[in-house]
């Protein structure tokens, strides 16, 4: 039975781009964005630049693991983690949104999109809250079930000890990185399309789910390159490091100088990691129509859309 042309065609499902247009796109947004985002790249640099000053300077470079205080080395890192806060809801979050301002043709201000995040802080904490209990809630119910039961045993033996930690920690693992990859998409359905605390997170899972496969190969690349580049663009940190090493050299100057490069490094690639998650996020989640990144602004006319560097169909 032939179709009728004039019945209504359905609707085609959003699927991701090919690699390469992927690549070209994800290149193309990061290198848009860091004009418009310079303030939150200058805030994201001196921030990692003071964290990586700190630890390099305090820390003492012959101390072994044994010699740490482990509740030392646990307050660390959960004051580091909540000094993460801020850079998740002032350079993350609105980062965010201005790259899908600039993937839609309607650009945003940094400070707009400041606004817009802080504006959404109740369910952008609760959804954050609800991410952290799904990611770490079972491992550590698991590992806390796991040393009750060593500690049944009497004399507690290192075999039976080092048996469940090995049974235990490998499902955790990998359960913790599948969670991860399954939440990917949470917050930016949460700050782009309004979406609620629990309702963004199974989105994020059905989004992924769907296209599994697609969005873990992207990723695997994404990362690969990204690595490849990090690596390349820290050569002369890497070279230095080098050179104090063969020249017995411990001087202060050169640890500085190679933090101040490394965060450079990574101030710099930032944009890009966060490009590839809008391009994929939106090719598979496109804005509803007549959406508007800015209240009252017009979009782009369709011959400046038809040649974005950012369209993928």
């Given at each position: ?20 247009t992927y690549l070209r796109a994800t290149l193309a947004l990061g290198r848009a964005a860091i004009g418009p985002a ?104 698991l590992l806390g079930g796991a040393a009750l039961l060593v500690r049944a045993f009497p004399g507690r033996p290192e ?140 979009a782009l006319p369709e011959p400046h859309r038809a040649t974005s560097p950012f369209q993928f169909e």
């Open positions: 039975m032939l179709d009728d042309p004039r019945m209504p065609r359905p609707a085609r499902r959003p699927s991701l781009p090919p690699v390469a310079l303030p939150a790249l200058a805030l994201l640099y001196f921030y990692r630049l003071g964290m990586g000053l700190y630890l390099t300077m305090s820390m003492d470079p012959v101390a072994t693991f044994e010699d740490l205080d482990r509740g030392a080395i646990a307050t660390a890192a959960l004051m580091r983690a909540a000094g993460y806060l801020p850079l998740v809801v002032l350079i993350y979050a609105p980062f965010l949104l201005l790259l899908d301002g600039i993937l839609r043709g309607v650009p945003r201000s940094l400070g707009e999109c400041v606004r817009t995040v802080l504006e959404r802080m109740v369910p952008f904490l609760l959804s954050a809250i609800a991410q952290i209990l799904i990611v770490f809630g079972p491992p550590i119910l075999e039976l000890a080092r048996a469940i930690a090995i049974v235990t920690l490998i499902p955790c693992f990998l359960y913790i990185v599948l969670m991860l990859f399954l939440l990917w998409f949470a917050f930016p359905v949460l700050v782009l399309d309004r979406r609620g605390p629990l309702q963004s997170i199974r989105i994020s899972f059905g989004l992924v789910a769907s296209h599994f496969g697609g969005i873990l190969g992207r990723l695997l690349v994404t990362f690969f390159l990204l690595v490849i580049a990090a690596v390349v663009l820290s050569l002369p940190a890497s070279f230095l490091q080098v050179g104090a090493a063969a020249a017995g050299a411990d001087h202060p100057a050169i640890k500085i100088a190679m933090v101040i490069w490394t965060s450079a490094v990574s101030a710099l690639l930032f944009p890009f990691l966060l490009a590839s998650l809008m391009v994929m996020y939106r090719s598979i989640a496109p804005a509803p129509a007549g959406s508007g990144a800015v209240a009252g602004a017009e």
